[in-house]
């Protein structure tokens, strides 16, 4: 199965920049990042696609985020930039590959899931 491994949550000043990574063990079709602000459900960030360059966002980062996969190490990044206080969140790296999962977003399915990094903007 996939596994998942996040790394580059903080906190920023608003107006800042973060870059979170994820790194995959296994052959996920897709990887994307979630966030869950403290009281909130969690909500899709971003997703793309391991083979090709097929990309989502969430119309509340778009514009501000970008993500970006690369093969030769498995990896999703999610640069984050002009920081608002209300991408407060734990930031989770989530993949897939159209099989079943417990969250949908933009019609993909994830089943696996990161630790969660969590991400404050402030001030």
């Known amino acids: 199965q996939v596994h998942l491994v996040e790394s580059g949550g903080g906190s920023v000043e608003v107006g800042g920049s973060l870059r979170l990574s994820c790194a995959a063990s296994?052959?996920?079709?897709?990887m994307g990042w979630f966030r869950q602000g403290t009281g909130k459900e969690r909500d899709g960030v971003a997703l793309h696609y391991t083979t090709g360059s097929r990309k989502y966002y969430s119309d509340l980062v778009k514009g501000r985020f970008s993500i970006s996969y690369d093969s030769a190490k498995n990896t999703v990044y999610l640069q984050m930039d002009s920081l608002k206080p209300e991408d407060t969140a734990v930031y989770y790296c989530?993949?897939?590959?159209?099989?079943?999962?417990?969250?949908?977003?933009?019609?993909?399915?994830?089943?696996?899931w990161g630790q969660g990094t969590q991400v404050t903007v402030s001030s």
């Open positions: 296994g052959n996920p079709r897709y």
């Open positions: 989530a993949a897939g590959s159209h099989g079943p999962g417990d969250v949908t977003w933009y019609g993909h399915r994830f089943s696996e």
